[in-house]
């Protein structure tokens, strides 16, 4: 597709249970990152890959929370036992070379998550 | 985590009023940036500013970057129903490719 996409679209998980969100960002994009956004807030960012590296999580939450991208596309993030305060949307983001430093991010439409 | 101060929370408008949203840091950005999320959807970007005092504009929107570099302020024009939505600003700092987003403006246009 031509856009960022994201799945599941809902995830309903009992406390305790792992879950894992998929991100297809767009073709050839080599910036890839994943914000969490609240009810009510704006997004969060939790971390960054540039093509397979994982250059930056310092915004996850805990270390029940991992992300991948192995091959440099498709990414997953990965919570562990989730708890109720994991509740959320979780978004993904991809950005071409030259303008993740501008800012200019495309986003898909996240993955909501409850926590019952 | 850390979040600008976005006013208003929210706003109830006429179609064809004129509507004003700022933002605040206590410290500096290098880039302010609008978006716009629609209910089940993610933010799409509306705006850039990447210098001080910039003014930029598309189409009914116009936005600026303050010249503290601390604020930034979006103007949408004869509003229209498909304006309904939350706008988020989010800004970034030079060093970092990390958007720090407000927590949003809740639009609603009446018809």
């Known amino acids: 597709g031509a856009g960022v996409s994201q799945s599941p679209r809902y995830k309903v998980a009992k406390r305790g249970q792992d879950v894992a969100l998929r991100c297809d960002p767009i073709?050839?994009?080599?910036?890839l990152f994943w914000y969490q956004q609240a009810l009510g807030q704006g997004p969060e960012f939790l971390t960054y890959?540039?093509?397979?590296?994982?250059?930056?999580k310092s915004g996850l939450p805990s270390d029940r929370f991992f992300a991948e991208r192995p091959e440099g596309s498709v990414s997953t993030l990965k919570i562990q036992r989730t708890q109720q305060e994991d509740s959320a949307v979780y978004l993904c983001a991809s950005s071409p070379t030259g303008t993740v430093n501008t800012g200019e991010l495309f986003f898909g439409e996240g993955s909501r998550l409850t926590v019952l | 985590g850390q979040q600008l101060n976005q006013s208003p929370q929210s706003m109830f408008i006429q179609e064809g009023e004129d509507v004003s949203m700022n933002c605040t840091s206590s410290?500096?950005?290098?880039?302010w940036l609008w978006y716009k999320q629609d209910p089940g959807e993610g933010p799409v970007l509306l705006i850039a500013?990447?210098?001080?005092?910039e003014l930029t504009s598309n189409g009914r929107l116009t936005a600026q970057f303050g010249i503290t570099r601390k604020d930034s302020f979006l103007n949408i024009s004869a509003s229209i129903p498909s304006d309904v939505g939350i706008y988020f600003c989010?800004?970034?700092?030079?060093?970092?490719?990390?958007?720090?987003f407000g927590k949003g403006t809740l639009l609603t246009v009446n018809p």
């Open positions: 989010a800004g970034r700092r030079s060093s970092n490719y990390k958007l720090t």
């Open positions: 410290s500096i950005f290098n880039t």
């Open positions: 500013l990447y210098k001080a005092g």
């Open positions: 890959f540039q093509n397979e590296a994982q250059l930056d």
């Open positions: 073709s050839g994009h080599v910036s």
